[in-house]
């Protein structure tokens, strides 16, 4: 994913939340998602698998196939098949999932709780970590500071995180003893408390479960850090280069002769001008782990989305894949929405023009 | 500068809030058997359905069969929910009577009417393994009245020829012969599905554990069950938990947090080798890998071709350093164990053979074909080790990987020239192998049935024939003299290359004792597992 540091882009970006544009967006949303689904069911039905292998296996009769190929609907044209399912889709329905025989849309609900707590939490690591950073690398560029967190984020952004979380597990699990396992929550807790939310860090707070809460986050440190320092390693970079254009324009060098404070031309001046584009850097980074980090839930079998959909596309289950794309392509515009609408906070221009 | 350094501090600090909190948990409860294990091809847990390695184990410690057998000597069969049977004079009807005084864990008792339902109910939902029960004549239309109750503790299973007696057993072994609880699963009955939609996430069985939940890709709790007729199981609960990564079991296991790891890779097996907390359990599975040589290609349609690339596999080589214990040599279509299975390995790597069967096919110079393999490190390893040696009498072989899906439908669609398959029997009778390897009623592209013979287009009338004989013949002396014959004939000209017999292999923590490893899946047993403190 990458982002253009253009401060331009925050003028246009903010249109459409005139009332006018609104129904302008609604389309652009509309036919988005459309084209998402179009391509993503036509990969489903090209691909060189069959479908029925995955519902009834290799050995099944000749009967026990056919009766799987009809329920799935295949002895229909292509178009038609779309058409069924685009209807569904429009009515909540995602279909079925041919490998846990649930609703799709039951499953992301069971699977996406354990994704967006991992994410959230590496995300907050990754900004309160990557921003100060990115700060005092500009500020201290080409000195030993911004070469160390240069070097830092690079090891971050480059080395593969399955092998991170491996050396991790291995440290801090195996032999520090620092932070629980793989999984989410050790057997012992599982089942003191009720699970409403799905995200357990709420689930135990809210139940007053004070052990279990703890449990928690010693399962969640590792692998929210991992994601954190993932994030952060982009993060710290972008902000970098974004203080760095900020500090080379006239208004700062007009601050200095004006003898406001250091602190306060960095902390106030220019992060105020840098942070616009930097929302829509955090809020696609945030997007990318909300996608469910495939190898990082892997390694920690955390059960979340990530695992899920690949899971899927291994056994040719077509419709979970589908249902997780749209998903996905739902965060990716809805976090866009929101970037925009942070703009009007942050950017005085477009709040005036809005 | 401070600023920046407190708030970088005060960032880092905040980033590991979670190193300094609660320690892990080192050891297992005592009652609880907890082991790691990749779950996620799980579909369902309804007899009728499931067909996967992993259900089937998990079944096969929470559900009850009509008749059993001894896991070291598997022709040794006794009645677990029967008490006795008997075959009719004509070999075609067997009366089953129910053991007295047996229950459900929902404490229903067991009748004959719970296992004609359960026959009636797989026959007529006509899932994956239904097939197993189908191929003794029965259908939906017809299960009513081949499989009839004739007392309480009595019912009839008539067929539609006289089989074997023993396939018919050894059939009602498999997960979908497992008895299920008549009240319990019609209760739920909507529109006639026969609890369908229930049964396949929850539990109507009378096995030494119940199933208490399955969260896809996530965990299996099981249960104690108190209305066991067997004796009282050590543990109060067994934990499957979904860990898909070898590497990551392996420090689970050596932390203490699960008691076995079920998908050790050959590496892991090695590093714990030294571990005093560990131990290695090994038994053998009745799964053979095998190259299938597709006799629409030209080359590999000529006998000569097929028997030099048998000898151009380094068997023992990949068997003790790419698979390491996790294989034996084994090269006939019938596994170890299994009644009329041939041990001889006639095959070993003989380069200077191979060229001269080649040089007398007409391919002085070797041929080039494609290989098809499966994208998971072991099989890409054993199809690197054969391309290697292939390459030394002149056979260039391309190889594409694939997912598993991929390569199966490619197979299935007879468009390959070289597949490497992992075949595991279905039930513990020899008809099971014999029905793929050996069976082929009808070549066509469009035939009904698609048995390994048929896709590698292997068209062998007279092999089918006497695989038909050997279904029906009721003598076991003779009928595993028919099978070795067959087999025989196959190591000599069959378009398979046959390698290897799989072997499963766990790490076990050091004070679990008594694991059973059997040779199916269901056989796998912790009923009798302890856990010394």
Not at chain 1, 324 to 338: E, Y
Not at chain 2, 324 to 340: C, D, I, S, T
Request: one cysteine or more.
């Amino acid at each position: 994913m990458s982002v253009s540091p253009a401060n331009e882009g925050g003028r246009w970006r903010a249109l459409p939340l005139l009332g006018l544009k609104a129904g302008k967006l609604v389309v652009t949303v509309a036919i988005t998602f459309l084209g998402l689904m179009v391509v993503t069911f036509l990969i489903g039905r090209v691909v060189p698998v069959d479908p029925v292998l995955a519902v009834v296996g290799d050995r099944a009769s000749k009967s026990t196939y056919d009766a799987a190929y009809i329920a799935l609907g295949l002895d229909k044209p292509l178009y038609y098949q779309f058409w069924i399912y685009l209807k569904q889709a429009l009515s909540g329905d995602l279909g079925m999932s041919v490998l846990t025989k649930k609703p799709i849309v039951e499953d992301i609900k069971r699977v996406f709780p354990a994704t967006l707590e991992l994410a959230t939490c590496g995300i907050i690591i990754g900004t309160l970590v990557g921003v100060p950073l990115g700060i005092w690398g500009a500020v201290r560029q080409g000195r030993l500071p911004d070469q160390v967190i240069r070097v830092v984020g690079l090891v971050g952004y480059s080395a593969p995180i399955f092998w991170l979380g491996l050396l991790g597990l291995l440290v801090f699990y195996a032999k520090l003893q620092w932070v629980a396992g793989p999984g989410r929550i050790d057997i012992a807790y599982e089942y003191n408390f009720t699970q409403t939310t799905g995200i357990l860090l709420l689930d135990t707070a809210m139940q007053g479960q004070w052990d279990a809460f703890r449990n928690v986050v010693a399962h969640l440190a590792l692998p929210a850090t991992l994601l954190g320092y993932f994030s952060m390693a982009y993060i710290s970079r972008m902000t970098r280069s974004f203080m760095l254009a900020e500090l080379g324009q006239e208004y700062i060098t007009a601050a200095r002769v004006k003898g406001v404070p250091e602190w306060r031309i960095i902390w106030v001046h220019a992060l105020r001008n840098a942070a616009v584009p930097l929302v829509t850097v955090i809020a696609l980074s945030y997007a990318g782990l909300l996608e469910g980090s495939v190898l990082t839930e892997t390694v920690f079998a955390w059960p979340g989305l990530g695992q899920y959909l690949t899971n899927s596309l291994q056994n040719a289950d077509m419709n979970a894949v589908l249902g997780g794309t749209l998903v996905i392509g739902i965060i990716f515009v809805g976090l866009n929405l929101l970037s925009d609408l942070l703009y009007t906070v942050l950017d005085p221009r477009v709040r005036r023009r809005t | 500068m401070t600023h920046f350094t407190k708030l970088v501090a005060a960032a880092m600090i905040s980033a590991t809030f979670g190193l300094t909190s609660a320690p892990a948990i080192a050891e297992t409860p005592p009652d609880t058997l907890i082991q790691a294990w990749q779950l996620d091809d799980m579909i369902s847990i309804d007899p009728a359905e499931v067909f996967e390695f992993t259900a089937s184990e998990i079944l096969g410690n929470s559900y009850q069969p009509l008749v059993g057998y001894d896991v070291n000597d598997v022709s040794d069969i006794f009645g677990v929910i029967a008490e006795k049977w008997e075959v009719s004079e004509d070999g075609k009807t067997f009366t089953f009577t129910i053991k007295p005084d047996m229950k459900f864990a929902s404490g229903n008792p067991i009748t004959a009417a719970d296992p004609v339902y359960s026959i009636q109910r797989a026959v007529k939902l006509d899932k994956s393994p239904a097939f197993i029960l189908t191929q003794f004549g029965l259908s939906a239309d017809n299960v009513d009245q081949m499989v009839r109750q004739t007392g309480d503790m009595t019912f009839e299973l008539e067929m539609d020829k006289a089989y074997a007696p023993t396939l018919l057993l050894y059939c009602l072994t498999a997960t979908v012969g497992f008895v299920v609880d008549k009240e319990l699963v019609a209760s739920h009955e909507v529109d006639g599905d026969f609890g369908y939609e229930w049964l396949k996430t929850n539990y109507a069985g009378s096995g030494p554990f119940t199933i208490r939940e399955w969260r896809a890709n996530e965990v299996v709790v099981m249960e104690r069950n108190d209305n066991y007729s067997g004796d009282t199981p050590a543990m109060a609960r067994a934990i499957y938990r979904n860990i898909p990564e070898g590497s990551t079991q392996r420090l689970l296991l050596e932390q203490g947090d699960i008691d076995i790891a079920r998908n050790l890779g050959a590496e892991e097996i090695t590093a714990l080798a030294d571990n005093p907390d560990i131990k290695i359990e090994d038994g053998i599975k009745g799964s053979i890998y095998y190259m299938g040589l597709n006799q629409k290609n030209e080359a590999l349609a000529n006998p000569l071709v097929t028997q030099a690339m048998k000898y151009l596999v380094d068997y023992q080589a990949i068997a003790d350093t790419i698979m390491k214990g996790k294989v034996k040599v084994h090269q006939a279509f019938l596994p170890e164990g299994f009644l009329g299975a041939l041990m001889d390995n006639p095959y070993s790597l003989d380069v200077e053979k191979a060229k001269s069967l080649l040089a007398e096919a007409g391919y002085p110079d070797g041929f080039t074909v494609t290989m098809d393999t499966r994208n998971t490190p072991e099989i890409t390893a054993i199809a690197e080790a054969i391309q290697q040696t292939m390459a030394q009498a002149g056979i260039t072989i391309e190889i594409i990987p694939g997912d598993g899906q991929q390569t199966l439908t490619k197979y299935r669609a007879r468009s390959h020239d070289i597949y490497i398959g992992r075949w595991g029997p279905d039930y513990q009778d020899p008809h099971t192998n014999a029905d793929t390897f050996a069976r082929n009623p009808d070549n066509g592209d469009d035939a009904a049935s698609k048995p390994l013979a048929w896709r590698n287009a292997w068209d062998i009338p007279e092999l089918t024939a006497q695989a038909d004989a050997a279904v029906l013949e009721s003598d076991p002396a003779k009928r595993a003299e028919m099978y070795q014959a067959m087999q025989k004939q196959e190591q000599e000209d069959s378009p398979f290359v046959i390698m290897f017999q799989e072997i499963e292999v766990l790490g076990l923590r050091d004070n679990v004792e008594g694991f059973i490893i059997g040779p199916s899946f269901n056989d796998n047993s912790f009923r009798n597992v302890t856990k010394t403190e």
